[in-house]
């Protein structure tokens, strides 16, 4: 069974920075893409960041371009999202998912998901 575990987030101030973490256990992930999804309240689940088997990373969130980078490390079976510059619209529960072999928007191509994690910009 895969399993997925999101780490890293909390409450932040508005203009810093956060950095969450997708850990897997069940199996090596170095050989499928890795995608980050947020929800914030009163929306729908969207796609924020994706990054390939090969480290090519997909920015699909218009409004983090600049802010959010995406990264992973194969060794240690994790995937990264480093957020910076957060602004309060960037309050959302955040979603690491996986096992898919190309990076999408779309949550149906993606097969293994964490519980999500609680990020909190606020004052």
């Known amino acids: 069974q895969v399993q997925l575990v999101d780490s890293g987030g909390g409450l932040v101030d508005p203009g810093k920075s956060l950095i969450l973490s997708c850990s897997r256990s069940g199996f090596t992930l170095h050989a499928y893409v890795i995608a980050w999804f947020r929800r914030a309240p009163g929306k729908d689940r969207g796609a924020v960041s994706c990054i390939t088997s090969t480290d090519e990373p997909f920015t699909y969130a218009d409004s983090v371009k600049g802010r959010f980078t995406i990264s992973r490390d194969n060794a240690k079976n994790t995937a990264y999202l480093l957020m910076n510059e957060l602004k309060i619209e960037d309050t959302a529960i955040y979603y690491c998912?996986?096992?898919?072999?190309?990076?999408?928007?779309?949550?149906?191509?993606?097969?293994?998901w964490g519980e999500g994690i609680q990020v909190t910009v606020s004052s």
């Open positions: 998912t996986t096992v898919s072999y190309m990076c999408s928007e779309y949550e149906l191509f993606y097969a293994a």
